[in-house]
């Protein structure tokens, strides 16, 4: 495991983090119970589980997303490497630039250029960059997002422009434009075809030595497609959410150690 702080700008390589104790609650409903997870640095950990289980409430709770709901309360520790995410010393901003995320609808600026969009992550965290600078990063993270040679020449044309699968495709390179360690994605190919799904699977499998991604799905093919490990949450009646068991993929998919996951990756219920 790494054990610089990856809030150490100088530094750019995937961290890991790791979720200890981590309870939900909206109000006084209590819907996540002491999760604790890894999720290892150049990895991709998916999650996966039936609807309302907590899912995506545990993935905001990796980039401080969570807060923002109003009614939101949280316990618990978030670290990425050593840091707590959640400690006083530790910038909210800096937290979202180092834990990108993409999320279930592509929502690139639609009137933006396609250029600007890639670069609009560093607009908003206050950076600039130069020129040729910008140049070379959009040609490098739409490489990277696996979007480049459909755009090259056409930076100008509005993100609007773009079909679903593309848009998605650039929202991956703006997330990346800020050089973050970890990218979390909430199902980001649930509003795409087969074809774009499978283009984006595959940028996920191409990013995964450059920032450690965690993955939301519903489709258990996906999960065993890009996922080098797994976790399966559940809520049971009336309960909160928690992880059932988590592990490497292949075993949670053959030989997992609790019934209910068996069932759940082969379709029985949820
Ligand atoms: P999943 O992503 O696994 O489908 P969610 O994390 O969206 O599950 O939801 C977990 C539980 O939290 C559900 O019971 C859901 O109704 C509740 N919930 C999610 N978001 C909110 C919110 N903004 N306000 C109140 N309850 C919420
Ligand atoms: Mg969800």
């Not at 289980?53 to 670290?79: D, I, Q, Y």
Request: proline share 5%; charged share 20%.
């Amino acid at each position: 495991m790494s054990t610089f702080s990856a809030f150490d700008t100088d530094l750019q390589a995937p961290a890991t983090l790791t979720a200890v104790d981590i309870s939900c609650w909206f109000g006084d409903h209590k819907v996540l119970e002491k999760v604790n997870l890894t999720m290892e640095a150049g990895k991709v950990t998916a999650l996966i589980g039936p609807s309302g289980c907590g899912k995506s409430t545990f993935l905001r709770t990796l980039n401080r997303m969570h807060e923002l709901v109003p009614s939101a309360a949280l316990a618990g520790e978030v670290r990425l490497n050593e840091d707590d995410i959640y400690d006083d010393g530790i910038k909210i901003t800096d937290v979202r630039r180092q834990v990108g995320m993409v999320f279930q609808k592509p929502n690139p600026f639609p009137a933006m250029s396609i250029r600007d969009n890639v670069l609009s992550g560093l607009t908003l965290t206050g950076r600039k960059i130069s020129g040729s600078g910008a140049d070379d990063l959009v040609e490098e993270t739409l490489a990277k997002s696996g979007l480049w040679t459909e755009v090259k020449d056409r930076l100008r044309n509005a993100g609007g422009s773009l079909s679903g699968g593309q848009q998605q495709r650039l929202c991956i390179a703006r997330s990346l434009a800020v050089r973050p360690s970890v990218l979390l994605m909430d199902e980001p190919c649930s509003a795409l075809d087969p074809t774009s799904t499978r283009r984006i699977e595959q940028t996920i499998q191409e990013l995964s030595t450059e920032v450690t991604i965690v993955i939301v799905t519903h489709n258990m093919q996906q999960a065993q497609r890009v996922s080098d490990d797994c976790a399966f949450f559940l809520a049971e009646a009336g309960t909160p959410g928690g992880i059932v068991e988590a592990g490497p993929t292949e075993l949670m998919f053959s030989v997992p150690q609790d019934p209910r996951t068996l069932d759940y990756v082969h379709g029985r219920f949820g």
